[in-house]
């Protein structure tokens, strides 16, 4: 199946400083990716549609100025936490939807903010 | 939102099949059914999708009803390493239609 590479797989970070995290599709050209969010023993929730080339739409209840998405080429989308706090500590996962309107995960990150 | 209902938790012996029900009473019909998994603390995985016919990979199988309000995911034989979140998911089949995770069923493969 296809490949989507995120980067990095686990980050510690400062309150208050910001962290970037990347999607990539390694074999594919994605016009559209995902980004979801996972607390433990919980769902996938997701965040925000990731268009190419166009602003993100973000879900109902989610932070377009803290969580801000770029998905400035069609195999690259990035997900960057604004002054985060400890209460942003997650399991990010991305996913970037394929030829058949399959879509595939990357290995999600897991963000601890101290 | 998810559309769709699993029972939260089920045991299947090893070797032995599992079969995963999923209702989606209300699913449209230009709607898929996408089957997904998430092992511990790794992304999810693409198992399988179908419209209204069954569909069968190297994976799984997936038996869609006549009145699609419902599907099973069948897994022919269960391995430990089939001990995952599995996730019935409905959507539609254009590319920008958000994929919405439910509850899922927690599928344990006991020795």
Known sequence: GAVVSQHPSRVICKSGTSVKIEC???????????WYRQFPKQSLMLMATS?????????????????????????????????AHPEDSSFYICSAVGQLNEAFFGQGTRLTVV | DAKTTQPPSMDCAEGRAANLPCNHSTISGNEYVYWYRQIHSQGPQYIIHGLKNNETNEMASLIITEDRKSSTLILPHATLRDTA????????????NQFYFGTGTSLTVIP
Do not use: P
């Open chain 1, 51 to 83: 268009n190419e080339g166009s602003k993100a739409t973000y879900e109902q209840g989610v932070e377009k100025d803290k969580f801000l998405i770029n998905h400035a080429s069609l195999t690259l989308s990035t997900l960057t936490v604004t002054s």
């Open chain 2, 85 to 96: 979140v599995y996730y019935c998911i409905v959507r539609a089949g254009n590319t920008g």
């Open chain 1, 24 to 34: 990539r599709s390694l074999d594919f050209q994605a016009t559209t990716m995902f």
